[in-house]
C-alpha cells in the first residue's frame, strides 16, 4: 500500500511539472486587441473575419497582449485553428528585441493543417504579445482560433509546412490525344494574344515559407479564377501563361514536388482549358536566393529553396533540380492535355554568381571565359528539359515546348535543342520596347520603330524565320505610366513587325494582378474583375488575329501628347564636368527634333588633354559612337580609330559643332545621347538646324 502511495505521489507530481510547463491564452479575455475596421473576432468561436473591403494593403489582424510576459520557462508556441477558406494566415512573436527581423518572429499556417508549433528558444525571454496578421494583398478570409499555448517539449521543432506522406499525382490517361503532325510554325499564329496569369509564381519568398497555399504576396483569389478565365477569354485572349516557380516546393533531398502543390497548379490549368485557352506553363525564375536582401531572409527558420543557376559551381545540383521538377510534372500532365497545353522551358534563366548584369552591362561577353561557359551551361539546360520531357512518353513525346536562352535567343551563341520530334520546338523571348520600371521610355518615335524593334525581328529573321522556325514572345508591353496612344503606336509597330510574311511570331501582354503602383502592369484587376486601358488591349488583342482596332478621333484627341521642339533650347539642366569617361545622359530627343540635325555643345577644358566623344547605346545594348556626318568636326579636331567606328575630338573652340545624320538621329532619338570624354566642363548642349 505504501508502495501504491508513492507511485501515485510521483505521478501526480509529473503531472504537476507537465501542467506547470503549459500556458493557455485565454482567447475570450480583455487583452484582445484589433482593427474594428477591418478585423472583426468573435470571442464564443474564436473566428477572426478580414475584410479590408476593397483596400487589401491595409492593416488587418488580431493581437494578444501578454504584457511583457517571462516565456523562459516555454519553448514553443502551439497553436491550433481551422481555416475556412484557401488562406492561412501569419503568427508573429512580439518582443522588444530589434534585432530580429520580422521575418525571424513569424511562421505561416498553411490553410490545410490545423496545428503549428513554432519555437521560441531563439528569442528574447519576455514577450509583450502575439499577433495574427492576415493573409497579404487577400481582401477577405475567415479562420478560427481554438488554442494558443506556451509549452515545454522535449523537441521543440517547426511544424512543416508541407504534407509529407501524400501521394504523387499521377495523369493515368492511356490514349493520346495530342495531333503528332501539328507543325510549330503553323501553330504560333494559332494562340492568338496571351495574357500573363501567375498565380502558380510562388515560392520565390525566402522570408516566409508559406507551403502549398499558392500565394506569395500578389493578390490573386483562388475563388477568383473560373472568373478570371472567363473574362480572359470575352476580351479576345486566346492563351495564358503560367509561370510556375516551384523554389520552394521541393519537400526531400530528392527534389519531390510537394503532390499539394501540383495539385493546385492543375487546379488552374485545367480551369483555363475549360475556356477554350492555351496555356503556357513556364518553368523556374532565376536564383532568388541571391536576389534577397538579408532582411528578406528568414535566420530561425531558413526556407528551403531550390534554384536554377546557369553557373559550373551549380550546374550539376540545378541539373537534378530541372530534371525532378520535369519528370513530376510531365507525369501528371501528359496524355489527359492536348496541344492546348504547352511547356516552356526556364524563365529568364541567368547566372547569379557571375557579375554578368553588372560588369557586362547587362550583357554576355564572348571574351568573358565565364560567359562562354554559362553559355554552354545554359544550351544544356535546355537539353536536358527537352530530353525528361520527351521520355515521359504519351502526349508529351510530341508536345509543343517553348524554349528559353541564356541571354538573347536571336543570337550566336544560343544552340536550339536536338529533338525526337520534328518541328516542335518554340524559342521564346521578351521583349519590352518601352523599357520597364526605373528604365522607361515614355514617347514612342520612329526611331524605336527602326533602330530597335525592326532591327531585333531582322535578326530573329536571320537565326529563325528563314529557316522555318517560329518565335515567341512570351512578355511584352509597357507600363500603365506610359502614355496610352505612346504604347499603342509602339504596339502597332510591334505587332507590324510579328504579323510581316515570312514571319511565324505570336505575344504575350505582361500582366500584374493589382494596380499598387503609378507605374504598374496591371491592366485586368483579378480581385474586382476591372479591366484598365482596353483600347491598348484591343489594339495588341486585334493585331494578334491580323485585324486593326481602330481608334475614335475623340479618344485621340483626349490622349495624345503634344511633343515640342527641342530645336534651340538648353539640353542641359547645369553645366556637368566629365573627368574620366563618366558620360552624362540626354533623353529629350524623341519626336522633338529634324530628321537631321547638328549638335552645337559649349565646353571648356578643365584639365591637360581634353577628350570628347558623343555615343549612344544601340538595339544590342551596345555602346556606340555618333559618327559625325562626313567626319567633319567644327571647332576640334577628330581622330579616328578601328576602322572610322570610334573616335576622339580634341577640343580646339570653346564652341564645338558636330552635325547628325539621320541614320544616327533615329539611334538617339529612342536611346538618347551620352556625352563623354575627359578634363571637359560640358557647359551647354541645343540641336541646332
Not at 477591418?38 to 501578454?66: E, F, P, Q
Amino acid at each position: 500500500m505504501k508502495k501504491l502511495f508513492c507511485i501515485l505521489i510521483l505521478v501526480f507530481c509529473a503531472s504537476l511539472a507537465f501542467t506547470q510547463n503549459i500556458y493557455k491564452l485565454d482567447l475570450s479575455g480583455p487583452f484582445i486587441g484589433y482593427d474594428n475596421k477591418t478585423t472583426s473576432y468573435d470571442k464564443k468561436t474564436g473566428t477572426v473575419t478580414i475584410n479590408r473591403h476593397g483596400n487589401i494593403k491595409a492593416d488587418a489582424g488580431i493581437s494578444y497582449w501578454l504584457d511583457n510576459m517571462d516565456v523562459s520557462a516555454y519553448n514553443i508556441i502551439r497553436i491550433k485553428y481551422e481555416v475556412l477558406g484557401d488562406y492561412g494566415f501569419q503568427l508573429y512573436a512580439n518582443f522588444e528585441d530589434n534585432s530580429f527581423n520580422w521575418c525571424d518572429r513569424c511562421v505561416y499556417c498553411p490553410s490545410y493543417l490545423t496545428e503549428m508549433v513554432f519555437p521560441i528558444t531563439a528569442f528574447p525571454k519576455k514577450f509583450s504579445g502575439i499577433y495574427l496578421d492576415a493573409a497579404w494583398n487577400i481582401d477577405y478570409q475567415q479562420f478560427i482560433v481554438k488554442e494558443i499555448t506556451f509549452e515545454k517539449v522535449d523537441n521543440p521543432v517547426k511544424t512543416s509546412s508541407h504534407l509529407m506522406n501524400e501521394a504523387p499525382v499521377i495523369d493515368t490517361t492511356k490514349n493520346s490525344t495530342i495531333n503528332a503532325k501539328a507543325d510549330a510554325w503553323d501553330f504560333v499564329p494559332q494562340l492568338g494574344a496571351g495574357f500573363n496569369y501567375w498565380p502558380t509564381n510562388g515560392g520565390i519568398d525566402l522570408a516566409v515559407d508559406f507551403g502549398e497555399d499558392i500565394f506569395q504576396n500578389n493578390g490573386y483569389i483562388k475563388a477568383n479564377a473560373k472568373r478570371d478565365f472567363q473574362n480572359i477569354k470575352n476580351k479576345g485572349f486566346k492563351t495564358v501563361r503560367f509561370q510556375v516557380n516551384p523554389g520552394t516546393h521541393f519537400i526531400d533531398d530528392e527534389y519531390t514536388l510537394a503532390p499539394r502543390f501540383i495539385e493546385e497548379l492543375k487546379y488552374y490549368v485545367d480551369l483555363a482549358l475549360e475556356q477554350d485557352l492555351y496555356v503556357i506553363l513556364c518553368g523556374f525564375h532565376w536564383g532568388w536566393e541571391y536576389r534577397k536582401d538579408d532582411n528578406e531572409k528568414n535566420k530561425v527558420n531558413p526556407v528551403r529553396y531550390e534554384s536554377v543557376i546557369v553557373n559550373a559551381k551549380e550546374q550539376k545540383r540545378s541539373e537534378k533540380v530541372l530534371k525532378a521538377f520535369w519528370t513530376q510534372v510531365c507525369a501528371a500532365f501528359n496524355n489527359s492535355y492536348d496541344e492546348h497545353l504547352i511547356f516552356e522551358t526556364m524563365n529568364e534563366p541567368g547566372d547569379e554568381l557571375h557579375p554578368q548584369l553588372d560588369g557586362h552591362d547587362g550583357l554576355i561577353d564572348l571574351n568573358c571565359a565565364v560567359c562562354k561557359s554559362d553559355i554552354k551551361i545554359g544550351n544544356g539546360y535546355n537539353q536536358l528539359i527537352v530530353d525528361t520531357i520527351r521520355a515521359s512518353g504519351g502526349n508529351n513525346a510530341n508536345r509543343f515546348i517553348m524554349i528559353a536562352a541564356f541571354g538573347w535567343p536571336y543570337s550566336s551563341y544560343f544552340k536550339m535543342p536536338k529533338d525526337k520530334s520534328k518541328n516542335k520546338l518554340i524559342p521564346i523571348t521578351h521583349m519590352y520596347p518601352m523599357g520597364v520600371e526605373n528604365y522607361e521610355t515614355f514617347i514612342y518615335s520612329d526611331g524605336l520603330g527602326e533602330a530597335k524593334i525592326k532591327h531585333d525581328f531582322e535578326l530573329m529573321d536571320k537565326y529563325f524565320f528563314k529557316k522555318h522556325i517560329p518565335v515567341y514572345v512570351s512578355e511584352t508591353g509597357a507600363t500603365r505610366s506610359v502614355n496610352i496612344i505612346e504604347k499603342i503606336n509602339m504596339m502597332k509597330a510591334f505587332m507590324s513587325e510579328v504579323n510581316k510574311p515570312g514571319r511565324s511570331s505570336n505575344v504575350a501582354l505582361w500582366m500584374e494582378p493589382l494596380p499598387t503602383s503609378a507605374s504598374n502592369w496591371c491592366y485586368y484587376n483579378v480581385q474586382t474583375g476591372e479591366w484598365f486601358e482596353e483600347e491598348f488591349l484591343d489594339t495588341v488583342i486585334y493585331a494578334a488575329q491580323g485585324k486593326e482596332y481602330k481608334l475614335s478621333d475623340e479618344f485621340v484627341k483626349a490622349n495624345e501628347l503634344k511633343i515640342e521642339s527641342i530645336v534651340g533650347k538648353e539640353l542641359l539642366d547645369a553645366p556637368a564636368k566629365i573627368e574620366n569617361w563618366d558620360a552624362i545622359q540626354i533623353n529629350k530627343f524623341a519626336r522633338a527634333t529634324p530628321a537631321k540635325y547638328k549638335i552645337e555643345l559649349v565646353v571648356e577644358k578643365t584639365g591637360s588633354d581634353p577628350k570628347l566623344s558623343l555615343n549612344y547605346s544601340d538595339a544590342e545594348n551596345k555602346w556606340r559612337f555618333v559618327i559625325p556626318e562626313k567626319k567633319i568636326v567644327q571647332g576640334g579636331t577628330l581622330n579616328m580609330y578601328n576602322n572610322d567606328t570610334t573616335y576622339e575630338i580634341i577640343p580646339k573652340d570653346e564652341k564645338i559643332v558636330i552635325a547628325i545624320s539621320e541614320k544616327f538621329a533615329k539611334e538617339i532619338e529612342w536611346s538618347g545621347l551620352w556625352i563623354n570624354g575627359t578634363n571637359i566642363l560640358v557647359k551647354s548642349v541645343k540641336v541646332v538646324e
